[in-house]
């Protein structure tokens, strides 16, 4: 079945710079590939997901990208700020009809002042 | 608003009961999902439902049960039989991608 793997588990930057987090996973079929933020004491949220078709997706301040022949997938924060500090997972599913959603363990993102 | 509500939003068990966490969504959505969440870990996989009076296994099911009598409930009853319930239970539906999720359930031993 799908492996994902995501590093750091924990990531801490000045506010302003750049944050990414990476993942890899195993199944060559995966095509969806979501990430979501997670607050304290919260349920995650969808912050951003990118299909297998596209390489690149930019939404303001979030980008991800998809490599397929090396079957990763990376989520860029830029100018971050302290409301980016969370708990980030990203996550790949393969569209089959039970759609399940494989999830990385989580990377902590602090912002730091 | 429309989303997904779940409750209580604190739950405690004492040894040998069954605690029933509620899930209820007004999204119209067909699928519903259960995920239990640890310390460090990621979101795994209880039980799912792709339309009512349906349900399947997923990867950690010993000691849970779920009905889906309604589309819009999908209630959990953590039973005696699961040793270690202690945990963050989040419930997510979906009409094709991507899930939505609730706020959570953290049930505790008493």
């Known amino acids: 079945g799908e492996n994902v793997e995501q590093h750091p588990s924990t990531l801490s930057v000045q506010e302003g710079d750049s944050a990414v987090i990476k993942c890899t996973y195993s199944?060559?079929?995966?095509?969806?590939f979501p990430w979501y933020k997670q607050e304290l004491g919260k349920g995650p949220q969808l912050i951003i997901d990118?299909?297998?078709?596209?390489g690149e997706k930019k939404d303001q301040r979030i980008a991800v990208t998809l490599n397929k022949t090396a079957k990763h997938f990376s989520l860029h924060i830029t100018e971050t700020q302290p409301e980016d500090s969370a708990v980030y997972f990203c996550?790949?599913?393969?569209?089959?009809?039970?759609?399940?959603?494989?999830f990385g363990k989580g990377t902590r993102l602090h912002i730091l002042p | 608003d429309g989303g997904i509500t779940q409750s209580p939003k604190y739950l405690f068990r004492k040894e040998g009961q069954n605690v029933t966490l509620s899930c209820e969504q007004n999204?119209?959505?067909?699928?519903m999902y259960w995920y239990r969440q640890d310390p460090g870990q990621g979101l795994r996989l209880i039980y799912y439902?792709?339309?009512?009076?349906?349900?399947q296994k997923g990867d950690i099911a010993e000691g849970y049960s779920v009905s889906r009598e309604k589309k819009e409930s999908f209630p959990l009853t953590v039973t005696s039989a699961q040793k270690n319930p202690t945990a963050f239970y989040l419930c997510?539906?979906?009409?094709?991608?991507?899930?939505?999720f609730g706020d959570g359930t953290r049930l505790s031993i008493l």
């Open positions: 997510a539906s979906s009409q094709g991608r991507p899930q939505h």
């Open positions: 199944d060559s079929a995966s095509n969806y």
């Open positions: 990118i299909r297998s078709n596209v």
């Open positions: 996550a790949a599913s393969n569209g089959n009809r039970d759609d399940k959603i494989i």
């Open positions: 999204l119209n959505h067909d699928a």
């Open positions: 439902s792709q339309i009512v009076n349906d349900f």
